[in-house]
């Protein structure tokens, strides 16, 4: 067996890999952060559990932490309040990012861990099945249920020889993405093994599982060895550690293989984690903004790197350097060692641990600036500036970079080396005694900026409805669901509804609201790879609210799809993609006899009104037993 196969098997509480193309598994942990995660509680409230059952459940502070005005610090207050009664642990705010930390307090080798942000993934990288997932999932693995998956394809990646210097654990998961891209991944989980899997510490190992999501693959992992073993040891974790690895005769579906003594310092140009160039063709091109850290490059491994580049020596003068460390503890250390001093005097602006420029909270580049950056993605806008254009590299193309102004392939620098003992700090993760129990009669808190979680409405025969919106290729969920000044309003979906597709159709919610009124159901058009990106279960809860019922797509990315169903919004894509074409935004759709379609084979034919001619052309939805239930029900809550 694989790794996936060994930690899958074990906790399989549904299904049969070889022949059922649904699987649902047992979760152990759970972590959410508090963008996603007051609406995951919200509906786990809902759903009248006393406490969480769980092994372990998780709560971070770590993307609205800027907090402008009284909703984020309402948010905050309402999460620990729940934590407590729930029996879930609080991590305060100021504490860290959450993938870090989890990595470093909390993630278990062959366990598994469900969370509500699309990067969970980091933790396969020390052996663990780490899935992201929309926060309604997350609410029904902390009530006990399981978590349902695709069955999957298991791609090796089979990893040789040793990184030169200057090259690191992002080239390399960027190397991956310049092979495989960023679409076309679905249902698969790629595992990395092979003799240069030794030569890579945990945090780098994180790096790549972390930037797996790019791929739209349901995860990534590693396997737990001796180098995972002296991390937690090293961590005062010995007893999480279990030895997992791959069985000398263990089958994939498909190999990989990358030499790492071959790779080059390589980049994300605008606008996809999926065009990549090397640093090399764009050395001498004028950079304006760096920021390093966030939850892919944020270790003290990453950030010390950095310091040791920037030893001595001063950031060019108009250049702006901003660093987000991952946790307190990575701080703490950079401070002890001297490396924060050298970061401060070579001009660096010094961040709080948090996500902040990643989801384009704060640090938003200048008017067409040209903004290097260690995080995961660099969707257009995603920023907070527009015209920007972002291009993800490593931490140490980032600081070589930072010393002349331009694209500067790093020579290299000295090894930071996994440090025998780690300095422990657990103050700022509240309620460990009460974990798994609660306390009973804690009041919840809940400001104006709390809203009711509303419930989708069951499947009608017939669907009548309006092409509200047609998008391209590669829609994101930033598109659909604005993160940076709007993330505030995610506890009160009628408010976020507002800007529902707000970077392509300002005028998207007022045109659902006038369908709504005249009797029609909102469709949305879509090119390929639909939805990718974040976890966001408001990209399908807040069009719900507008009446969105079907999506008719090329392709739909995976943890979107879920959440469609989930909200119970009709996951379509077209038989012959070259349909897509001939629909307009403002067309008449009638989906006659969609509910039986559903309970069927999930093809149907829908009847188009529009341009002055009517015409008809084929869709298609491939569900589980369990997905049918929810759509015909109108989503989880309302199934409850």
């Not at 076309?184 to 030569?199: A, D, L, R, S």
């Not at 020596?313 to 250049?319: I, L, S």
Request: net charge neutral; glycine share 10%; aromatic share 6%.
């Amino acid at each position: 067996m694989n790794v996936v196969e060994k930690i899958l098997s074990a906790h399989l509480v549904e299904g049969d890999p070889k022949k059922d193309a649904e699987l649902g598994i047992k979760i152990d942990q759970t972590l959410t952060q508090d963008a996603t995660g007051t609406m995951a509680y919200l509906q786990f409230e809902s759903m009248g559990v006393a406490h969480v059952k769980n092994e372990l459940a998780v709560s971070y502070v770590d993307h609205n932490t800027v907090q402008i005005g009284f909703e984020n610090a309402d948010d905050h207050d309402f999460l620990a309040s729940i934590a407590k009664k729930y029996g879930i642990i609080y991590s305060k705010a100021g504490n860290g990012i959450c993938h870090q930390l989890h990595l470093e307090r909390f993630g278990k080798p062959g366990t598994t861990l469900l969370g509500s942000d699309s990067h969970t993934p980091t933790g396969g990288g020390i052996g663990q099945i780490a899935i992201g997932a929309g926060g309604i999932d997350i609410a029904v693995a902390m009530a006990g249920g399981a978590f349902h998956i695709p069955t999957p394809k298991v791609r090796g990646i089979e990893l040789k020889g040793k990184l030169k210097k200057g090259v690191s654990a992002k080239d390399v998961i960027l190397k991956v993405l310049e092979k495989f891209g960023t679409k076309g991944n679905v249902g698969w989980i790629f595992e990395y093994f092979g003799p240069g899997v030794k030569t890579l510490d945990v945090p780098s190992r994180a790096t790549i599982t972390n930037m797996g999501a790019e791929l739209g693959v349901t995860t990534s992992v590693f396997p737990s060895d001796e180098v995972t073993k002296q991390f937690l040891a090293a961590q005062g974790r010995a007893k999480d550690f279990k030895l997992i690895v791959a069985d000398e005769d263990a089958a994939y579906d498909d190999v990989f293989t990358i030499d790492l003594s071959k790779l080059e310092p390589l980049a994300a140009a605008p606008h996809s984690p999926g065009n990549i160039v090397t640093v090399a063709s764009m050395a001498g091109t004028k950079v304006g903004q760096i920021m390093i850290g966030s939850c892919t490059n944020s270790s003290y491994r990453d950030i010390k790197t950095v310091a040791q580049i920037l030893k001595g020596k001063h950031v060019a003068e108009d250049v702006e350097v901003g660093i987000a460390c991952g946790s307190r503890q990575v701080v703490n250390m950079l401070a002890v060692d001297g490396s924060l001093a050298i970061l401060i005097k070579a001009g660096c602006r010094i961040l709080e641990n948090a996500c902040g420029f990643c989801i384009g909270a704060h640090m938003s580049p200048a008017t067409n600036a040209v903004s290097l950056r260690t995080n995961n993605r660099n969707f257009e806008g995603r920023s907070g500036t527009k015209s920007a254009q972002v291009y993800l590299v490593s931490p140490e193309t980032a600081a070589a970079s930072a010393l002349t102004g331009t694209f500067t392939v790093c020579k290299g620098t000295k090894a930071v080396e996994a440090p025998e003992k780690f300095p422990i700090d657990d103050a700022m993760f509240l309620y460990r005694e009460t974990a798994g129990k609660g306390v009973k009669g804690t009041k919840i808190v809940r400001g104006p900026n709390i809203a009711q979680v509303p419930k989708g409405e069951k499947l009608t025969s017939t669907l009548k409805g309006v092409a509200a919106i047609k998008v391209g290729d590669k829609i994101t969920t930033d598109h659909i669901m604005p993160a940076g000044a709007r993330l505030k309003f995610r506890s009160n979906v009628p408010e976020y509804s507002k800007y529902v597709f707000e970077p392509c159709d300002k005028s998207f919610h007022d045109k659902c609201l006038k369908n709504k009124e005249a009797g029609l159901k909102n469709v949305i058009i879509a090119g390929e790879s639909y939805g990718q990106g974040s976890s966001r279960e408001h990209a399908a809860l807040c069009p719900m609210f507008l009446g969105v019922k079907a999506v008719v797509a090329k392709s739909i990315e995976r943890i979107h799809r879920a959440n469609l169903i989930n909200f119970g919004i009709v996951p379509f894509t077209f038989v012959n993609p070259d349909d897509y074409e001939r629909i307009e935004a403002g067309d008449e759709l009638v989906f006659d006899g969609i509910s039986a379609a559903i309970k069927g084979d999930g093809k149907l034919e829908v009847k188009v009104n529009g341009q002055g001619q009517e015409w008809r052309f084929e869709v298609v939805t491939s569900l589980s037993k369990r997905e049918k239930h929810l759509i015909l029900s109108g989503g989880l809550l309302a199934s409850l």
